[in-house]
């Protein structure tokens, strides 16, 4: 799993050593090499912005600056370092990525209002020894795939080079990658505004939960994803639900939940986090799809393809699990190329409780109902 990556957790509740090992020789493009990268418009910007950052650090004082930057945060966002530095390397770099942030916004069908989204970070902990002050570093283009057999990164004349994955390359590696956390916040929003406004996640009526005191809910305890090891190029997931199920007034009906605890697969997390509000929905039963988010995840697109799929099912006076319309929604390149698609629950009831397996054998979660009183 990556941050940068995914991907959420779609919920449907339907009431239901050396230098030489690491690095290779230059290469035009390595992307198409060993594991297939998926093509994008996205990874394309990625590319040009990396190659143009990695030019500009010829300019010494404009490197020292954001070697500092890079030493001192985890994630340095480009744009901002950019439009406050006093090289001319540096303030020529603002207006193209300035011009990538609102591509990629586009692309990942979130709004102009998102703001800069181009993160860049050292490529390992063990790389901070190798950053020195006298020293150039290659800029590498996260990888979308957590099985890529090599990175590509580009020199300070614009040369790309093949960075094999295997190893932690001795050369230090600044790595160009969005901002899945932030891009991942816009884009709930937006999921949920393109929900709403199609009738899949109006608001439930206050009646019910005030009749009984408050009302119940399914809260996870605790939950933990497994998956491949985690490649040194990438960072921590950005996890997001989407419960899905008939609301009250019998109409499909989608409510995102937002994860971000999730970063790290074989991890163990004890989040105590409400997951289904049981007063929403009709029936009592949910069926729950889990997904990360990635670079080229496209929100808007997400939406559209869950409404449409979602709004020819109809109630037919009993349950009827949605979480198979919403997996056939998704693209079929979250299931192949990336690893979008984690895993997956069926038929969770009000009343479920205990620890939970997914259905491909990929994840489990503890669960208990939980009634929330009113103040």
Do not use: C
């Not at 090891?229 to 639900?241: N, T």
């Amino acid at each position: 799993m990556r941050r940068g990556a995914l991907i959420g957790v779609v919920l449907s509740a339907v009431i239901g050593g050396s230098v030489q090992p690491a690095i290779a020789s230059a290469a035009a493009d390595t992307d198409s090499r060993a594991t297939a990268q998926r093509k994008s418009p996205v990874r394309d910007i990625e590319k040009q912005i990396a190659r143009s950052l990695a030019t500009s650090l010829t300019n010494s004082q404009w490197r020292a600056q954001m070697r500092t930057a890079a030493l001192g945060t985890d994630e340095v966002d480009l744009h901002a370092l950019a439009g406050k530095s006093a090289t001319p390397a540096g303030r020529n770099l603002t207006a193209t990525v300035s011009a990538a942030d609102r591509r990629l916004a586009d692309l990942k069908g979130l709004p102009a209002s998102t703001g800069s989204l181009l993160r860049v970070r050292l490529g390992a902990p063990s790389m901070r020894a190798h950053l020195k002050s006298d020293t150039t570093p290659w800029v590498a283009v996260a990888a979308t795939d957590d099985n890529a057999k090599t990175l590509t990164a580009y020199d300070n004349q614009g040369r790309a080079h093949a960075v094999d994955t295997a190893h932690v390359p001795d050369r230090p590696l600044y790595v160009l990658d969005i901002d899945v956390a932030k891009a991942h916040r816009a884009g709930l929003a937006v999921l949920d505004a393109a929900l709403a406004a199609k009738g899949l996640g109006a608001q439930a009526g206050p009646a019910k939960a005030q009749a009984a005191g408050g009302w119940w809910a399914t809260k996870v305890d605790a939950i933990e994803v497994n998956d491949d090891q985690e490649p040194w190029f990438k960072g921590a997931a950005e996890m997001f639900s989407l419960v899905t199920g008939f609301g009250l007034d019998g109409k499909a009906r989608v409510d995102s939940v937002d994860m971000p605890y999730l970063d790290y697969d074989g991890t163990t997390y004890y989040p105590n986090q409400i997951l289904v509000n049981w007063s929403n929905y009709k029936y009592n039963l949910a069926d729950v799809v889990m997904m990360e988010d990635d670079d080229g995840t496209n929100y808007r697109a997400l939406a559209t393809a869950i409404t449409t799929a979602l709004l020819t099912i109809t109630d037919q006076g009993t349950y009827i699990p949605l979480v198979n319309a919403v997996l056939s929604a998704i693209p079929d390149s979250w299931f192949t190329d990336d690893p979008d698609y984690v895993e997956s629950w069926y038929t969770l009831a009000k009343n479920s409780s205990g620890r939970l397996n997914g259905a491909s054998g990929n994840g489990w979660m503890t669960v208990e109902p939980y009634f929330v009183e009113e103040l």
